[in-house]
């Protein structure tokens, strides 16, 4: 977990946006749930991803209607962090992002239920991992089907109350508190859709052919993560070539594509004469690294 956090610390000199550190931290709640039973993984896991502490907030605004809560403290830092790109340096950017951008992106993070959702969806995995069900047997095929039903019914009123909620609660307050909730329960059953999809494609169809290329993309995913901070923010950020200031949505998908493909057959010609990716490489090395003479 601290070389963890070392690389998010890395990769958050290029992209305000990490996500790595918040794992580093959160990841933490594994080690003492890893020797318990899989019914009390499963619960834990069930009420993280409720949103207690969101719920908790909604009903104290609806018993006291009067309260009005603090501005979200992300936004400060986040008009803070809008200077620097639009006028700053590298270093500008580098240090920026270190600093108010960390700082945003943690807060942010705890302001939208992050806290809560992923140490939930962390111990799931661990759950999963514990019943194999990524494994090729029937049980399993017949599981992810169900699940790929199942999300499905429940991501469409889910997303149709985040949709169209703002048209009939009038407190803003409360509504924050509940979108926060919703966009948690319907980003989770869209998530279950994709995995499940992914899992039925590979198993039950002629596509595993294609997707088995993908395999060095994925042994690579932290080298690949922090590359694509580095290449994206180049592009796109004002201290490089300010791409953003002319790209749209269409071409910056294409850009997308493009990049995604390089970093395959990248992936693949690396992995043929080395067994992991440069970063997974010094990962490796540093987790078993011996102290002794």
Sequence with gaps: ???LLIFGFINTAFYQGDILTLYAILGLILIPVCNLSNKTIFILASFLMLQPMEWGKYLYLVFNPSYVPTPNLSGSYYAAISDYMNNGTFWDYMIGDITKGKAASMLWSWENGRFFQAPGLFILGLLAGRKQLFSNTSENLLFWKKTALYATIFFIPLYAFVFYSPQFITNKYELDRLL???NSYANFAMMLIWVSGF????YLSNINILLTKLIPF???SL??????SIIGSTLYYKYGFGLYQYTGATICLFIGIILFLLNVIFCTWWLKSHKQGPLEFIWHKLTW?????
């Design 1 to 3: 977990m601290f070389l």
């Design 199 to 202: 899992i039925l494609l590979f």
């Design 180 to 182: 926060v909730i919703f």
């Design 218 to 220: 994925g042994k690579m």
């Design 289 to 293: 690294i011996s102290l002794k003479n």
């Design 223 to 228: 080298s690949n993560y922090i590359i694509q």
